[in-house]
């Protein structure tokens, strides 16, 4: 009994010896300037994703957007190549000038994994043209040599082909629209030095128009063999070749030239086809087969239906295509004032009745980002 009472007296004894010490050694608090609590929340916030060090280094902090962000831009292609393969056919185009594109892009706000890494939503339209057709001439060269000497005597031969690929102007002309969407997975802090890389997979509706050249000895012997016939039988052989090619696409392809195409015979269809071609600039055929073709042909026809039957010697393209595969690589940089650059590499890559297409696009963009 006396045991707990001393324990009591000797606990309440050192209660009271710590607690004065105590406040002793804590300074006594005082009220800070409304001031300087600011800038201490403002240095120290842990919602800012730069850190301090970056901050004390003056490394400027760039706007994000809350939501989305809208960024139209100008483009320019150093590399852009459309590239059509099958049934036995292939053909590859590129553009004759590099001319600045217009684009129009929206991209959602970061998603981040963590300081350096995160995904974006992405989406990208533009309008590409494709002018120039390249042709693939194959040359097969042979030599042989022999040599003898005093201790020995021999032959030998060799045999070697060369194939040279030529950029020609076969008067062919695509346009191609495309949108994308596409989750890019990024890696960079643009809220500390504005540089981002990125990598992204996704979908895109592709529109597509023009004509291409197969140089097909097939078709070539078809088209030859209509024009000997009457006009009817003409139009008629051109309008079969067209639609055999698998390229036309009835369904979901530009109603005017299908329903023009369909009835091509009728009325004056043909020169309806020429002065529709005419407005989405399709030029005259240039080829040497094309003139030869249709020299003869010069009193029984005028000019717009002569533009539409130059044009008709190749293979027409009139498809639409939804949710195909297409890809994105790409580098940005910060801001210059109110632009910011970007270098890409991307494309769609699909196939279309019996055909692989593959568009690639190496280009530099400035845009204006909106944020909001």
């Given at each position: ?271 309806l086809m020429g002065?529709?071609?005419?407005s989405q600039g ?5 080829d040497l087969l ?83």
């Open positions: 009994m006396k045991r707990n009472i001393r324990t009591k007296y000797y606990f309440i004894l050192l209660i009271s010896i710590l607690f004065p010490i105590s406040n002793f050694a804590s300074p006594a608090k005082a009220d800070l300037d409304e001031d300087v609590l600011k800038e201490i929340r403002d240095h120290y916030d842990s919602g800012q994703k730069a850190n301090k060090f970056d901050r004390d280094l003056g490394v400027p902090k760039s706007p994000k957007a809350r939501f989305f962000s809208i960024q139209p831009g100008g483009s320019y292609d150093f590399i852009s190549d459309l590239d059509i393969s099958g049934r036995g056919k292939s053909a590859a185009m590129t553009t004759e000038s590099q001319q600045p594109n217009f684009f129009f892009d929206i991209r959602s706000k970061d998603l981040k994994i963590n300081e350096a890494f995160g995904v974006q939503l992405l989406f990208h339209s533009a309008r590409k043209e494709f002018d120039k057709q390249s042709t693939s001439n194959s040359t097969s060269n042979s030599s042989s040599s022999s040599d003898s000497s005093s201790s020995s005597s021999g032959s030998s031969s060799s045999g070697e082909s060369n194939k040279n690929t030529a950029t020609a102007d076969l008067g062919t002309n695509v346009k191609v629209d495309y949108n994308y969407i596409i989750p890019t997975f990024y890696w960079g802090n643009p809220e500390v030095d504005g540089f981002r890389m990125g990598v992204g997979f996704g979908l895109a509706d592709i529109k597509m128009r023009g004509n291409i050249d197969f140089r097909d000895p097939g078709e070539t012997i078809g088209k030859m063999y209509g024009a000997m016939g009457d006009r009817d039988t003409f139009l008629n052989t051109l309008s079969f070749i067209q639609l055999s090619s698998g390229l036309v696409d009835l369904r979901r392809g530009d109603p005017i030239f299908n329903y023009l195409l369909l009835n091509l015979s009728q009325g004056n269809n043909l020169e002065a529709y071609l005419a399709t030029h005259f055929s240039t094309s003139l030869l073709v249709y020299t003869n042909l010069q009193d029984k026809y005028n000019a717009l239906e002569l533009l539409a039957l130059t044009a008709l010697t190749r293979t027409g393209i009139n498809a639409k295509d939804k949710q195909v595969f297409a890809y994105m690589i790409y580098v940005e940089t910060p801001k210059f004032g109110f632009v910011k650059a970007r270098l890409s590499w991307h494309g769609p890559l699909f196939k279309d009745s019996g055909y692989t297409i593959h568009m690639s696009t190496l280009e530099l963009a400035l845009m204006v980002p909106i944020d909001f």
